[in-house]
């Protein structure tokens, strides 16, 4: 159920934009992509990292959100040390490795919540939280609402366009 709302992300290697769209009754803040894959091929930042390790590390992020992504396992990808590449990636990115996972995770979890019925415990394994508790604490810290609260008008329009 989850896996068909599940969207793929592709980014496209010459113009570093987004290609898909997302459902129209997604949250503004999903739509705004350019802050998650700001257009860096032709954008070297001095101590950051080259083009082609950030569009792979952008890729291999959005390909592994449900699971655990370690930085050592992100600088080994780019072949960099841990310490150099969460430096470079700050550089580039303007937030850490863990911060930057943690907002793709949690503007999925606000895609499914707005487009699936599902539950939030499988929204946040699906996200690559541990547990239900894990994605309300981290949503709230984020988001300064509870997931239940902020779904709570998607689940109303859903279900006037039912009946």
């Not at 430096?87 to 487009?115: C, H, I, N």
Request: glycine share 4%; hydrophobic share 45%.
């Amino acid at each position: 159920m989850i896996a068909a709302a599940n969207t793929v992300w592709n980014v496209d290697a010459n113009a570093g934009t987004t290609l898909g769209a997302l459902p129209a009754t997604a949250d503004a803040d999903i739509a705004k992509l350019p802050a998650f894959f700001p257009n860096t091929a032709n954008e070297v930042v001095r101590g950051g990292l080259a083009p082609w390790q950030y569009k792979k590390v952008l890729n291999f992020v959005e390909e592994h959100l449900s699971e655990t992504v370690k930085i050592d396992e992100l600088a080994d990808l780019v072949r960099l040390s841990g310490s150099h590449f969460s430096r470079a990636f700050r550089a580039t990115v303007g937030q850490s490795p863990y911060d930057y996972v943690l907002s793709r995770r949690m503007a999925f979890a606000k895609e499914l919540m707005a487009t699936t019925d599902a539950s939030l415990s499988q929204i946040a394994l699906e996200c690559g939280m541990s547990d239900q508790a894990h994605l309300c604490k981290v949503f709230r810290r984020t988001f300064g609402t509870t997931p239940n609260a902020w779904r709570k008008p998607y689940r109303v329009a859903v279900k006037n366009t039912l009946h």
